[in-house]
Structure formats: structure tokens, C-alpha cells
């Protein structure tokens, strides 16, 4: 069974700049998540998704924003990006019944 | 508002001997604790959970003990290898519908490093 999968690995964009993250999860989970881990803030909750809506939103500011499509796979986009948004981006999957999520490797996001 | 607290923030032991992760917790609403183990370049990886109707549960050589009066909960890593060296991270989930539900909260994170 395929894990959670995240495309692309590694990123590097400019300051001002936009970047889509793209996230695939397990087969027949439902229930898709997105995290931003960092050295000094740890792993943050971004926001939630079930059946393309979105359940719950963490504390990060309006140029954070994801989205779910009918298939389950998710993608999360930064607007104007800032030096502070560089990351170790995470998603992950629950069948949403099981509460044991999945997480995939991540996307590695450097601001510049 | 750091809702988890996790301690220590590192930790070094001997092949062998058995490491304790603990953690806090403030929001009562939690109903689903986990612990995640993370090697570096990797995501977060569960480890083994516990619901708070349990005081202890057991998998392998990774034990979780539960203390739902004072709101605290540990894992025991019983004779710890070099694998084991990584970054632990305890979290508590909301499972029913409600504020701040559906979201995993997690503590700092400890690096433990285990030396043969």
C-alpha cells in the first residue's frame, strides 16, 4: 500500500513569490491534513480537509490556503511568500475513523 | 498557548537503559493521545496512542503510561537501541466534533540519542 505521498521534495522560491504543495494520501482516506514544522515553532497545525471541505483551520494568516479535490488528493498554496514561511511543509492522511495518521515526508520550502 | 508540554528537550542514554518522554496537557476535550517518531528527512511516524479510559498500554518495547487526574501522560522506550535515536514528539487529538477538533497538537519534541 502506497504511503502519503508529496510532491515536490524540495523548493526554493523567491520572497513575493506563490508556491502549490501537492499531496496524495493513502488510498481511501478521506480525511487529509497539513502541518508546517519548524525549529522554533515545532509542527503547527495548518488546516484540515474531509471530502473537499475544510473542517478546521489553524492560526496562520490569510496567504495560507488548501484545498481537496473529489479524488482526496490535496494541495496547500502560500501567496507572498516571506523569509519566515520557509519550512518543512507535512501532510497527512486518516481514513478518519482510525485516528492514526500518516504523515508523508514533506516538502522542504526555502524562502530566499 | 502551548496546549502540550513535552520534557525534556533532549536526552542521552546508554544502550539499554530506558528513556522517559513526558507530557502535559491543558485542554480536557483531548480524548486521543499519540506519539510520533521522526528520523531526520523523514515525516513524523506513529508510534503507538493511547485513549484516557487507559492508565498504560504496551507495544513492543514502547510503553505509554496515562494520568488522566493530573493530566500528564509518558512513554517508556524499555531497552533502547541506537535505532531508537530520533525525535519524539507526544500529541493530543480532539476525535469528536467541536473547537479546535480534527487537528493533531503537538509538544516540542525530544531528541533523544542513544549511545551503544
Known amino acids: 500500500k502506497a504511503g502519503v505521498t508529496q510532491t515536490p521534495r524540495y523548493l526554493i522560491k523567491t520572497r513575493g513569490q506563490q508556491v502549490t504543495l501537492s499531496c496524495s494520501p493513502i488510498s481511501g482516506h478521506r480525511s487529509v491534513s497539513w502541518y508546517q514544522q519548524t525549529p522554533g515553532q515545532g509542527l503547527q497545525f495548518l488546516f484540515e480537509?474531509?471530502?473537499?471541505?475544510?473542517?478546521n483551520k489553524g492560526n496562520f494568516p490569510g496567504r495560507f490556503s488548501g484545498r481537496q479535490f473529489s479524488n482526496s488528493r490535496s494541495e496547500m498554496n502560500v501567496s507572498t511568500l516571506e523569509l519566515g514561511d520557509s519550512a518543512l511543509y507535512l501532510c497527512?492522511?486518516?481514513?478518519?475513523?482510525?485516528?492514526?495518521?500518516?504523515f508523508g515526508s514533506g516538502t522542504r520550502l526555502t524562502v530566499v | 498557548q502551548q496546549q502540550v508540554k513535552q520534557s525534556p528537550q533532549s536526552l542521552i542514554v546508554q544502550k539499554g537503559g530506558i528513556p522517559i518522554i513526558n507530557c502535559a496537557y491543558e485542554?480536557?476535550?483531548?480524548?486521543?493521545f499519540p506519539w510520533y517518531q521522526q528520523f531526520p528527512g523523514k515525516g513524523p511516524a506513529l508510534l503507538i496512542a493511547?485513549?484516557?479510559?487507559?492508565s498504560e498500554k504496551k507495544e513492543g518495547r514502547f510503553t505509554i503510561s496515562f494520568n488522566k487526574s493530573a493530566k500528564q501522560f509518558s512513554l517508556h522506550i524499555m531497552d533502547s537501541q541506537p535505532g531508537d535515536s530520533a525525535t519524539y514528539f507526544c500529541a493530543a487529538y480532539r476525535t469528536y466534533s467541536g473547537a479546535g477538533s480534527y487537528q493533531l497538537t503537538f509538544g516540542k519534541g525530544t531528541k533523544l540519542s542513544v549511545i551503544p
Open positions: 493511547i485513549r484516557p479510559d487507559v
Open positions: 480537509y474531509f471530502s473537499e471541505t475544510q473542517r
Open positions: 485542554n480536557t476535550a483531548f480524548d486521543y
Open positions: 497527512a492522511s486518516n481514513w478518519d475513523q482510525n485516528y492514526g495518521y500518516t
